[in-house]
């Protein structure tokens, strides 16, 4: 495919393919129209709260670490940093193939809030690319505001001796909740394909965090693998013993719900 041996940081030249991949469906289908009319005012309202509330809280956080940091911390913090990917990994993965396998559009308060865009993804994967920075991360930042809260309660509330002994783990739940925020960006970057600033393509590049062409193997139909999309290190391991194919059976022969069935109806639907 183009682009294969691109340098770090190129921008790809994009092959019929890929291309074609890029417009799949695309935001004249149906399911994707219907789906898109669906975001709400109150929908955005609650959205531009929790950006602010979760960025507002970062930056104290930040500012926090930053003053109680000691170079003797360093191999802790290393450590934390790179488990803090992986579990954001893992979690991000646990939360896209759940929506993406299971419930419905019609559920209440969670289905058209929460479970319609991963709807509308499958059919117009390109939409996310248009979203602004508010619709592509408010959710994320819903989910990680109880965590940096309880941080900042812990920075405004505990001795310095209390905060010194937990430095190395608050610094694990912080690249957690970061790693946790920029989930979805770094899914949206995975869709882009031209314009991205050279540092974005640099992480891809390097698989610091999702690259393109990594991610591209979920959006084969029916859209059964490579659920992580923080940082996609896990993708393989857990394809190769089957993980998320083991607990959708289990979960089929206790409840008989079929996998991706609301996923599917979205899908086919053709006016």
């Given at each position: 495919m183009a682009g294969a041996e691109d340098g770090p940081g190129q921008q790809?030249?994009?092959?019929e393919d890929e291309a074609a991949y890029c417009r799949r469906w695309g935001a004249q289908h149906a399911g994707a129209r219907e789906l898109a009319a669906l975001y709400s005012p109150g929908k955005r309202f609650q959205e531009w709260c929790c950006v602010v509330l979760c960025f507002s809280l970062i930056a104290h956080n930040s500012v926090h670490l930053l003053l109680l940091?000691?170079?003797?911390?360093?191999?802790l913090v290393i450590l934390g940093v790179v488990a803090g990917a992986l579990i954001a990994d893992f979690l991000s993965g646990l939360v896209h193939w759940g929506a993406d396998t299971w419930g419905s559009v019609e559920l209440p308060?969670?289905?058209?809030?929460f479970i319609r865009p991963f709807r509308e993804h499958h059919i117009?994967?390109?939409?996310?690319t248009r979203h602004d920075f508010i619709e592509t991360n408010g959710d994320?930042?819903?989910v990680t505001l109880l965590p940096l809260l309880?941080?900042?309660?812990?920075?405004?509330?505990?001795?310095?001796e209390a905060l010194e002994q937990l430095y190395p783990w608050e610094c694990f739940v912080f690249c957690l909740m970061i790693f946790g925020t920029f989930t979805n960006q770094?899914?949206?970057?995975?869709?882009?394909?031209?314009?991205?600033?050279?540092?974005?393509t640099l992480l891809q590049d390097w698989h610091v965090i999702l690259p393109r062409k990594h991610h591209r193997i979920h959006h084969v139909s029916p859209h059964e693998t490579y659920f992580c999309i923080t940082t996609g290190w896990?993708?393989?391991?857990?394809?190769?013993?089957?993980?998320?194919r083991r607990l959708e059976d289990i979960i089929q022969a206790l409840t008989g719900e079929k996998p991706r069935a609301d996923d599917m109806k979205w899908a086919q639907k053709i006016k």
């Open positions: 790809p030249e994009l092959d940091a000691r170079w003797e911390h360093m191999p308060i969670v289905g058209k809030a117009d994967p390109t939409a996310i994320n930042c819903l309880n941080m900042a309660y812990k920075f405004c509330t505990q001795s310095p770094i899914h949206k970057w995975s869709h882009t394909y031209f314009g991205l600033p050279r540092w974005v896990l993708n393989y391991p857990l394809e190769k013993i089957g993980f998320w």
